[in-house]
């Protein structure tokens, strides 16, 4: 792959170290503490639906690239974050051949086919997602067809049942976990759900390191957790249950699809919220991070060009009538 | 409330682009600058509104006591004909600029279904004066809305690593396919609270 050369101040430089490879790598890392609790609760369920995802997302990155004529790009790991985050935001019991399909639609249609790394319009593993979900009713003879094939590891030690949204959403409060179970660790809905306080070691690992900013995972959060209680729900429920604080640690901070300002950040966080707060109180589904992170993708580019910062030394035109002294040549 | 119900569905939930997929041609051929696309915007805003009108009236007061109304779809393209010839007359009288940046689109409009689309789909609902008004301009600021989020799309596909196959058309309509995926998330709304 041809390096563009993107050096514009005057020399010395000193080398920060930091590639894409790398920057992927500290990704992964931070879904470590999800997927250890992912695989404690769901034991090898959780390992093939992983192994599912990062084979596929490989194999289709690969061969889309072939496909293209470009050399391919599986050293920089993106098609590992993208299989990884897709497979954590599936349920353990998912289906494998919808884990592939979804996955194929991530990395082959979202982002290779959209001009690959770097280009992608929509975050891939969030498209995956809501693709599984809209085309649902498409793979109804599917379904029937590969159900013999359908894999299970060992039972589960938990109790399927609704998740914690659907219950607040059916009105079954007295069922609801405590909110230090949901903290903590709580077996049900999504993988990466189970464990809010795993996604916030991964999220923090992140902020450390710098690669994501605070103010979308702040203002995102911040805002269900406002707009449920102004709607008379409990907030506490709808930031600890279900995929918001994944949805907003780990997608919506996506380097390519989000805004690049802070000003941005804060918008594209605010946005995502208030969506995520509507879809959940006044649709049938129960949950809507995923649909909300899609939706506010498309506005990026207006979002960018709308909060551009000034450049040092750029005079603003002043919005307030300034008196001009005229000056007469003599 | 009413109102309100026809207002959002005809900008979120049944968005002319992306869930009836009316007037993708202009759609397609004018957001290649964001400036041009505000400028079709407002167009838009105006032929159909105005043809939703003009139309609901002419099916109430002329085919519907004439018993006429196999005439409609002939009658109503006539009526859209000459309204944007009218308004085609106005912007280059006006702004001669924003006339040379809509270029052939603007008498596209004449033929677009769209337009059209709006104005048979009031008559289908039997919506009154108001409705009508109110799902015209509805479907031109749902049109809008997608034009103008995608012309910011657009300004960064066109400089995006694609290969020639894909360039161009190909991947403006893959991405219209995905953002239409997205749009699907408004769905619920109509069938959750609002009716």
């Known amino acids: 792959m041809e390096k563009p050369d993107l050096l514009y101040s005057p020399p010395p430089h000193l080398n920060s170290g930091d590639t894409v490879t790398r920057a992927m790598r500290d990704v992964l890392l931070a879904l470590v503490p999800i997927i250890i609790v992912s695989i404690i609760f769901y034991r090898l369920n959780a390992i093939f639906i992983l192994i599912v995802c990062n084979v596929t997302a490989a194999c289709t990155a690969w061969g889309m690239r072939k496909l293209m004529g470009k050399p391919h790009s599986l050293e920089d790991l993106s098609a590992f974050v993208t299989g990884t985050l897709l497979a954590l935001a599936l349920p353990p019991t998912f289906p494998w051949w919808l884990a592939v399909i979804g996955t ?39 379904n029937a067809d590969m159900a013999p094939l359908h894999l299970r590891f060992g039972i589960i030690d938990v109790t399927s049942g609704a998740t914690p949204l659907a219950l607040l959403k059916l009105g079954q409060g007295q069922l609801l976990p405590s909110y230090s179970a949901l903290f903590i660790a709580h077996p ?20 450390f390191k710098g690669h994501i900013n605070w103010r979308t995972p702040v203002f995102a959060i911040g805002t269900v957790f406002a707009l449920t209680m102004l709607l008379g729900s409990n907030p506490f429920y709808h930031v600890l249950a279900g995929g918001l604080v994944f949805g907003s640690f780990f997608m919506a901070t996506d380097w390519v699809t989000t805004p690049i300002t802070d000003a941005g950040k804060i918008i ?20 809507g991070v995923a649909f909300s992170i899609l939706l506010m ?34 | 409330m009413q109102l309100f ?9 049944n968005n002319f682009v992306f869930a009836r997929f009316l007037g993708i ?109 109110t799902n015209g301009l509805a ?30 058309f190909p991947v403006a309509l893959i991405s219209t396919g995905l953002m239409a995926m997205a749009f699907l998330g408004f769905q619920g709304f109509l069938k959750g609270v609002l009716f």
Do not use: H
């Open chain 1, 297 to 330: 993708n498309p506005l990026v580019p207006l979002i960018d060009a709308l909060t551009r910062p000034r450049k040092f030394g750029q005079i603003v035109e002043a919005r307030i009538p300034v008196i001009r002294i005229k000056t007469v040549s003599k």
């Open chain 1, 104 to 142: 194929f639609l991530a990395v082959g249609v979202a982002k290779e086919m959209c001009g690959g790394l770097g280009w992608n319009l929509f975050n891939p593993a969030v498209f995956g997602r809501v693709a599984l979900i809209i085309l649902a009713p498409a793979f109804v003879w599917l």
């Open chain 2, 139 to 168: 479907a031109a600021l749902g049109w809008s809305l997608a034009i103008l989020l995608f012309a910011g799309i657009r300004e960064r596909l066109e400089l995006a690593d694609i290969p020639a196959p894909l360039k161009g």
């Open chain 1, 268 to 287: 594209f966080g605010i946005g995502m919220g208030i969506l995520v707060a509507l879809i959940r109180l006044y649709q049938a589904a129960p949950e």
């Open chain 2, 25 to 133: 041609c202009p759609f397609l051929g004018v957001s290649r600058k964001l400036e041009t696309a505000i400028g079709m915007s407002m167009a838009v805003i105006f032929v159909i509104t105005m043809a939703s009108l003009i139309s609901w009236a002419f099916y109430w007061f002329v085919l519907e006591p004439l018993r006429l109304g196999y005439l409609q779809t002939v009658a109503f393209i006539l009526i859209i004909a000459s309204l944007v010839q009218f308004v085609e007359v106005v912007i280059l009288k006006v702004s001669p600029v924003l006339y040379q940046a809509l270029g052939i689109y603007l008498p596209l409009i004449t033929t677009n279904c769209a337009v059209l689309g709006a104005a048979i789909l009031n008559i289908r609902e039997s919506y009154t004066f108001i409705e009508t008004l």
């Open chain 2, 5 to 13: 119900a026809i207002l959002l569905s005809g900008v979120l939930i």
């Open chain 1, 188 to 207: 049900g809905g999504s993988m990466a759900e189970s464990s809010v306080l795993a996604v916030l070691i991964g999220g923090l690992y992140l902020l």
